[in-house]
């Protein structure tokens, strides 16, 4: 199982939400609308246990559900706009993301794969946007690849994976300041897991073609 160095997993001010259920393969986030400014399809995010543990995993849906007055609002042939503002910004919309486990961290130390014990409710969810640990979990391995991606691979996901795929590459080659050996690297790592997967194949290098 690969092993990467890790920083703090104390909480950040990048908190996105928190834990409504999980399991080992993965978990959902309960969020508010006004707290959607930053996560999107394909982030990495951390659900935080403690200062010694942690639960990694992608983004890989997100969804908002309605309630009776969202419903009242979408009937009405001209909704005033702050109601809208308000129903969208002062009340508990619910919001709920999708994520599956990529890997954890236990003691400052990340590992690739699913974790001893899924993350709790309630535990507090961020995005990971620290540069030091954002760059250890999506680093090279020594053999040149890129531990995780066979988990995005093989999950089941109502988003198509070549459409999670390209979001993830994309939102960490930004984050990795356009580093083109990690997108070089993360291209050729797709090549090989999907290499009998035609249709998620192709869509998938013709996305990301704009990035090289």
Not at 1 to 6: D, L, Q
Not at 24 to 29: C, E, L, R
Not at 63 to 89: F, G, K
Not at 197 to 210: F, G, K, N, V
């Amino acid at each position: 199982m690969t092993e990467r160095t890790s920083t703090s997993t104390t909480p950040s001010p990048d908190l996105i939400g928190r834990v409504l259920r999980a399991s080992t393969a993965g978990f959902a986030v309960g969020s508010q609308v006004n707290q959607l400014s930053t996560p999107g399809l394909g982030c990495l995010v951390k659900a935080v246990r403690d200062d010694s543990e942690a639960v990694y995993g992608l983004i890989s849906d997100i969804h908002i559900d309605d309630d009776q007055l969202v419903q009242r609002l979408v009937m009405a042939d001209n909704p005033p706009r702050s109601l809208i503002e308000d129903q969208r910004h002062n009340r508990m919309l619910p919001v709920e993301m999708t994520v599956i486990t990529l890997g954890y961290s236990q003691n400052g130390t990340i590992r690739y794969g699913l974790p001893p014990r899924p993350p709790l409710n309630l535990d507090p969810v961020a995005l990971c946007l620290d540069d030091e640990e954002l760059r250890a979990f999506t680093a090279v391995t020594p053999r040149g690849t890129l531990g995780y991606f066979r988990l995005i691979t093989r999950t089941k996901s109502s988003v198509p994976l070549d459409q999670l795929l390209v979001a993830h590459v994309r939102d960490v080659y930004s984050k990795r300041d356009n580093d083109e050996l990690w997108l070089s690297t993360a291209v050729q790592e797709i090549i090989d897991l999907l290499r009998t997967d035609y249709e998620a194949l192709m869509p998938t290098l013709e996305a990301l073609s704009d990035l090289a």
